[in-house]
């Protein structure tokens, strides 16, 4: 059962649109995934990311979803890489198509319902390009398929690219083989030493875009619900695949939704001072966590272009870290009682901050909206955690626990984690982070807290209060703060 109506912004149409999927409560989506012949960089993360958000919150308003990403794993590349390599092409995207997995999995993608390769779709593609030359969309030459635009007369409509205006520009390195310098390769006749398949046209190898054309078909049908990319594939690539599909089936709208994520721009004189080299998503999994490239990636809105700084690694530390810690302190509550009351204005303040959360997740994935009221509601629970008895504070650390495994983590797919580990590990990352501003002063690492902690709690056993403030003030001077709690001493960088 669908339990919401949502929208989203459809490139296509140009504005936001009701999600009306073709079988009510089934959803199709298709997401372009990465050609395998390195590891992924920033970008690809994000949009493997942005993808997760949509399947996750999809299922969780209760469609059937069929997510399918494909590989990219037969391109000029992987072929370059395998000649520096001396491997084989087969052997160079296998090897990264373990690597992206990896990836994936560190970051918290879920697995899609389908992970096609171009290799294992090389007879639909075929049979695909031999539709399109049956019904006049394409054309032979010396054993090349090419795709005629000019048979297509909606070709452009993604875009808003006028067919006259491309000409002008195409014109410039007219390869003289083509009807109409636009016109795009479906089958390349291969070259010497390059991996081939047998097709009616001889020897060769798909062009790029007829994988995504192929794939969808193969597994979603000859029409889906929504298509995803980054706004760099929407020309040509989506555009060719529009145009394959559709000539190729007779069936239009191949795609109803056609949604694109903006680009990740990097600081670039910042990043190479101060962030050093994290342009690859291992590089960033490895040194911060998937729960940062999570939180960094998907908060902002996913049709905002993201910049890759030193601040923004940053703030997304400082935001988890105050998710965890008063995911800490209501797990820290919930032992104190194991007869929790519910508090009935707590409740209902929950329920209104879900309902919001909702709404603005259903306003085009409106996810700085839906963050912010996260913050709401994490605000709120510090201000009435100690308040009551032991009862009230176990019901209330029980509610907005509840919110955050029932809402926050199924979504947005952080937040789930052992919260004592997390805050050690943030504490560490922001540590790691202050180390590359070097007008910054030397910040103590969380063991060393922890220590001069447990040092201050001797000396106040001991009635020793005029050493317990001054590790207290020493602390400080060293930017730390230290706040007394009924559940103990708190810590944070100031
Ligand atoms: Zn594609």
Redesign the pocket.
């Known amino acids: 059962m669908i339990t919401r109506d949502s929208q989203i912004y459809n490139s296509l149409s140009r504005r936001k649109e009701k999600l009306i999927t073709r079988k009510e409560g089934k959803l199709s989506f298709y997401s372009?995934g990465p050609t395998v012949y390195n590891l992924i960089h920033v970008g690809n993360l994000r949009s493997a990311l942005v993808a997760d958000l949509f399947y996750r919150f999809w299922k969780q308003i209760g469609f059937d979803v069929i997510f399918t990403r494909?590989y990219t794993d037969v391109d000029d590349k992987i072929i370059h890489r395998a000649q520096e390599d001396n491997l084989t092409a087969q052997e160079v995207a296998e090897k990264f198509i373990e690597e992206v997995e990896k990836d994936y999995e560190k970051a918290g993608c879920l697995d899609p319902t389908y992970r096609p390769r171009v290799t294992d779709t090389m007879m639909e593609i075929i049979g695909l390009i031999e539709q399109i030359v049956s019904r006049g969309s394409g054309y032979v030459i010396d054993g090349n398929v090419v795709f005629s635009v000019d048979s297509f007369k909606d070709y452009g409509k993604l875009s808003g690219k006028h067919l006259e205006d491309l000409e002008v520009g195409a014109r410039v390195d007219r390869d003289t083989r083509k009807r109409n310098p636009l016109d795009f390769y479906l089958w390349k006749a291969s070259k010497e030493g390059e991996p081939f398949w047998e097709s009616p046209w001889g020897k060769g190898r798909p062009g790029w875009h007829i994988e995504?054309s192929a794939m969808i078909q193969k597994l979603l049908g000859n029409q889906i619900d929504v298509h995803h990319?980054g706004s760099d594939?929407i020309f040509p690539?989506h555009e060719n695949?529009i145009a394959q599909s559709e000539a190729g089936s007779g069936k239009a709208p191949f795609v109803r939704y056609w949604l694109h994520h903006a680009f990740v721009t990097i600081n670039q004189e910042k990043m190479s001072k101060s962030l050093g080299n994290v342009f690859s998503a291992r590089e960033f999994l490895n040194k911060f966590s998937g729960e940062m490239a999570r939180y960094m990636f998907l908060t902002p809105h996913y049709r905002s272009p993201i910049d890759f700084s030193e601040n923004a690694v940053w703030s997304a530390a400082k935001a988890l870290e105050r998710i965890y810690e008063a995911k800490n302190l209501a797990e820290d509550c919930v032992a104190l009682s194991s007869q929790a009351i519910k508090n009935q204005a707590f409740e209902e303040f929950i329920a209104k901050i879900s309902e919001e959360f909702y709404s603005a997740m259903s306003d085009d994935f409106h996810t700085p909206v839906a963050i912010s009221k996260v913050f709401d509601l994490i605000k709120e629970y510090n201000r009435l955690a100690y308040q009551g008895s032991n009862d009230d504070k176990a019901g209330r650390a029980k509610s907005f626990l509840r919110f955050l495994s029932e809402v926050l983590v199924p979504i947005f797919g952080f937040g789930g984690d052992n919260s004592k580990e997390v805050l050690v590990r943030l504490s560490e990352i922001q540590k790691s982070i202050k180390g590359w501003d070097e007008s910054g002063p030397e910040q103590l690492s969380a063991t060393e807290i922890e220590s001069f902690i447990s040092e201050r709690e001797l000396a106040r056993k001991q009635k020793d209060f005029k050493r317990s403030d001054k590790i207290r003030d020493e602390l400080l001077a060293k930017g730390v703060e230290l706040k007394d709690t009924p559940l103990g001493p708190k810590w944070s960088y100031r």
Request: glycine share 14%; with cysteine; hydrophobic share 15%.
């Open positions: 372009c494909n995504c990319g594939l690539h695949e």
